[in-house]
């Protein structure tokens, strides 16, 4: 079995996989949304001061005997907060040491990837739209080893920014699930927001549209004085429509020109309902097979992290001791350019 590890960003989380079929063993997982909602974001310093308490605290979950079975241990070592990443790379070295097992290092965007194939094979070639709090990628994976960036964020990411109009609306954090939530109490209304890159680039970008909103909102105060109930709705309603358009316009673009059959949707936002219904619709279009993560691991989990560690253990993909570090940027993917 593999033991795993994640604590890139404000959830913590141990898993144990088995290698030769691929099952969830053990799962443990928690967030830190309440600590961190009344500060509209993650603090990095409560972030780790958390896992610290949090990793030991599953560790005594798990059913001890299942450590003389354990392999190697999976851990993510980037991208992410570095005092969140260190966390969890301590604890592994910690294991490692103890048990004397080798160590791997997971690459926590390719564990999302792995959230496709929770205890079942492996599918590639595959095109991937990956949305998360710090990342919005398109990437194509022929392999475990051949991952390719076709399209970035110019600035911020999807998932970013229904936080940051969250946190301005004073809904609290995280911000995808209760602005995906305020939308549906929308009803009809006359706001717009400017629709980003509306050109032929394959990147996206979600500044502009943050800006319209606060510049919205910061005009609708001076005039009427605090926001309504029903004004938010319209607020969260028009700036996740507009996202989403942008979403779909560039996915559109891709789907054009991409060969590969099959696309998967990954990261903590592809759990959004309406997202993940315009690119169903649109992978219809273009007779694309569809493929999403299950919910409960669409956000961080240690699930998808075992699920990639047990490719990589196969492979032999060790890492030695005194060489595991973190990173807060992704080193692995190549990129189109
Ligand atoms: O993958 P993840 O758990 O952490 C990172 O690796 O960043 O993604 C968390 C992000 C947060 O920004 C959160 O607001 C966003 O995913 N998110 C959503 C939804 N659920 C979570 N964004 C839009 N709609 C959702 N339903
Ligand atoms: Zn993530």
Do not use: W
């Not at 593999?2 to 290698?19: F, K, M, P, V």
């Not at 969140?84 to 390719?110: D, F, Y």
């Not at 999302?112 to 994976?141: D, M, Q, T």
């Not at 028009?238 to 020109?257: E, G, S």
């Amino acid at each position: 079995m593999i033991l795993s590890i994640e604590s890139s960003c404000d959830d913590s989380s141990i898993a144990i996989s088995r290698i030769s079929d691929y099952s969830i063993v053990f799962h443990q997982k928690i967030s830190q949304d309440i600590e961190h909602s009344k500060y509209g974001g993650v603090v990095p310093e409560i972030a780790s001061r958390l896992h610290a308490v949090a990793l030991p605290r599953i560790l005594t979950h798990m059913d001890k005997r299942f450590l003389s079975e354990i392999k190697a241990i999976a851990v993510t070592n980037e991208p992410g907060l570095s005092v969140s990443l260190i966390e969890g790379v301590m604890m592994a070295k910690a294991l490692s040491i103890t048990l004397k097992i080798p160590l791997i290092a997971i690459n926590h965007l390719k564990g999302h990837i792995y959230s496709l194939f929770l205890e079942k094979e492996a599918r590639f070639p595959i095109s991937i739209l990956l949305l998360s709090g710090g990342h919005s990628l398109i990437l194509e994976a022929y392999s475990h080893e051949n991952i390719t960036i076709i399209a970035n964020t110019l600035d911020d990411s999807f998932g970013e920014a229904y936080d940051k109009v969250a946190k301005m609306l004073g809904l609290g954090y995280p911000g995808g699930p209760i602005v995906e939530s305020m939308a549906l109490q929308s009803r009809q209304c006359s706001i717009t927001f400017p629709i980003p890159l509306r050109d032929k680039r394959l990147a996206f970008s979600f500044s502009g549209l943050k800006n319209a909103v606060r510049i919205y909102i910061e005009e609708h105060k001076a005039r009427y004085g605090n926001l309504d109930n029903e004004t938010i709705a319209n607020i969260c309603n028009i700036f996740q429509v507009t996202a989403i358009k942008h979403i779909t316009q560039k996915m559109r673009l891709y789907l054009k020109k991409s060969t590969i059959q099959t696309l998967g949707i990954v990261g903590g936002a592809s759990a959004n309902k309406t997202l993940r219904g315009e690119i169903e619709c649109l992978c219809d279009e273009f007779g694309k097979e569809i493929l999403f993560a299950p919910m409960e691991f669409c956000s961080d989990n240690a699930a998808m992290i075992g699920r990639c560690g047990i490719e990589s253990y196969n492979r032999n993909e060790f890492v030695k001791l005194e060489n595991l570090d973190i990173s807060p940027y992704s080193s692995i993917f190549k990129s189109i350019d």
